[in-house]
Nanobody, 119 residues
């Protein structure tokens, strides 16, 4: 029943900024921990940032200080603000709603949004 839709990706030059959004439907958004992942060609999917239902956050070392994860529970939206973008940030970015028994026993994933950092 949960559906996630990412948006905000695109082409940006090195040093630029971008804000990704993930809108949720079909769930009580505020009770779920949420993640941003990314996957570059030929690479494994990587956890970029996490935010729990109390808005505590964690970041991968590769993005710490440059990316900010946040959530707006009234809008059922997850955000990833990205600044000082580097070519190595190029990837498809996915949001994930983490399982939270007993309400939900499985993770849910969005379809992904492409971020390309290139001059």
């Amino acid at each position: 029943q949960t559906q996630l839709a990412e948006s905000g990706g695109g082409l940006v030059q090195p040093g630029g900024s971008l804000r990704l959004s993930c809108t949720a439907s079909g769930s009580i958004f505020s009770i779920y921990d949420m993640d941003w992942y990314r996957q570059a060609p030929g690479k494994q999917r990587e956890l970029v940032a996490s935010i729990d239902f109390q808005s505590n956050t964690n970041y991968a070392d590769s993005v710490k200080g440059r990316f900010t994860i946040s959530r707006d529970n009234t809008k059922k939206t997850l955000y990833l603000q990205m600044v000082s973008l580097k070519p190595e940030d190029t990837a498809v970015y996915y949001c994930c709603q983490r399982a939270r028994p007993p309400w939900e026993r499985t993770d849910y994933w969005g379809q992904g949004t492409q971020v390309t950092v290139s001059s």
